[in-house]
T-cell receptor
Framework: GQQVMQIPQYQHVQEGEDFTTYCNSS?????IQWYKQRPGGHPVFLIQ?????EVKKQKRLTFQFGEAKKNSSLHITATQTTDVGTYFC?????????FGKGTRLHILP | GAGVSQSPRYKVAKRGQDVALRCDPI?????LFWYQQALGQGPEFLTY????????KSGLPSDRFFAERPEGSVSTLKIQRTQQEDSAVYLC?????????????FGPGTRLTVT
């Protein structure tokens, strides 16, 4: 069945370093969404990408959707302690939404 | 404005008991989703409603799981004869959209522990 793979599973970075998480699908996606879940919290919608090759920025966050619409990435520049949490990508095919397992980001002070 | 609310926030059930989990979506949101999230995992899709119609229930793990949204607003996820493997956080999400892409707003979840 359709899978959405996310790597890495965990990432520890020093505060101020950059961070990237990657999302890969076995099939073409109609769109992809990114969510952030703080420890003990619930997923919070960050952004969605629809077009092939699309790039969107939100302050220090840059989101990309691959040309083949099978992969995506989230890059955070100069991480801050408030960036701590788990970042999930979610792929949309038909009406089903498939979440990756997430990348847990730890920030070392 | 009010977000998605879920109740109860925590539920402890003995194996074999039935449980009912409630979701109040954002007012006016057409689409409603239920997910199961195990510890350290991503949300796993269970079922999807568009208004009162259950359009996809392919993610429900067994016939012990049942969901309804009779008036197209509040939804209830019912689990019959709970098993230990049902222990997880059950998340509800709603979306204004009736077609993809769905920008989903999640509730705080119900943490179910089956003993």
């Amino acid at each position: 069945g359709q899978q959405v793979m996310q790597i890495p599973q965990y990432q520890h970075v020093q505060e101020g370093e950059d961070f990237t998480t990657y999302c890969n699908s076995s099939t073409t996606l109609s769109n992809i969404q990114w969510y952030k879940q703080r420890p003990g919290g619930h997923p919070v919608f960050l952004i969605q990408l629809v077009k092939s090759g699309e790039v969107k920025k939100q302050k220090r966050l840059t989101f990309q959707f691959g040309e083949a619409k099978k992969n995506s990435s989230l890059h955070i520049t100069a991480t801050q302690t408030t960036d701590v949490g788990t970042y999930f990508c979610a792929g949309n095919r038909d009406d089903k939404i498939i979440f990756g397992k997430g990348t847990r980001l730890h920030i070392l002070p | 404005g009010a977000g998605v609310s879920q109740s109860p926030r925590y539920k402890v059930a003995k194996r074999g008991q039935d449980v009912a989990l409630r979701c109040d979506p954002i007012s006016g949101h057409v689409s409603l989703f239920w997910y199961q999230q195990a510890l350290g995992q991503g949300p796993e899709f269970l079922t999807y409603f568009q208004n009162e119609a259950q359009l996809d229930k392919s993610g429900l793990p067994s016939d012990r799981f049942f969901a309804e949204r009779p008036e197209g607003s509040v939804s209830t996820l019912k689990i019959q004869r709970t098993q230990q493997e049902d222990s997880a956080v059950y998340l509800c999400a709603s979306s204004l959209a009736s077609t993809r892409p769905y920008e989903q707003y999640f509730g705080p979840g119900t943490r179910l522990t089956v003993t």
